[in-house]
Nanobody
């Protein structure tokens, strides 16, 4: 499966963005998907994941209550709605898929990665 992340950009603190991760190739609805981010000079970190059906999600404590992951399997797309953005959310955001129905917080457990989309939050 091939993943294409989009929707990044420059936004002021307190603003919102919606990222999309669109898949092509195999049946996307059988894959769990995660979002990760990497800020300059920092390790890649888990943001959230969603199971294959969309019925189960998990979010990192740092984004809980502000970010929401969802998916539309008919469109082969996973979304990351980001609200109340903070400067510390600035990073390249990556979507990843794994050929299991449930997600993981570990980046190494994902088989496929998108190219990343840059989110910059100004103060």
């Amino acid at each position: 499966v091939q993943l294409q992340a989009s929707g990044g950009g420059l936004v002021q603190a307190g603003g919102s963005l919606r990222l999309s991760c669109t898949a092509s190739g195999r049946t996307f609805s059988s894959y769990a998907v995660g979002w990760f981010r990497q800020a300059p000079g920092k390790e890649r970190e888990f943001v959230c994941h969603i199971n294959s059906s969309g019925g189960s999600t998990a979010h990192a404590d740092s984004v809980k209550g502000r970010f929401t992951i969802s998916r539309d399997n008919a469109k082969n797309t996973v979304y990351l709605q980001m609200n109340s953005l903070k400067p510390e959310d600035t990073a390249v955001y990556y979507c990843a898929a794994r050929s299991l129905t449930y997600g993981s917080t570990w980046a190494s457990r994902y088989d496929y990665w998108g190219q990343g989309t840059l989110v910059t939050v100004s103060s």
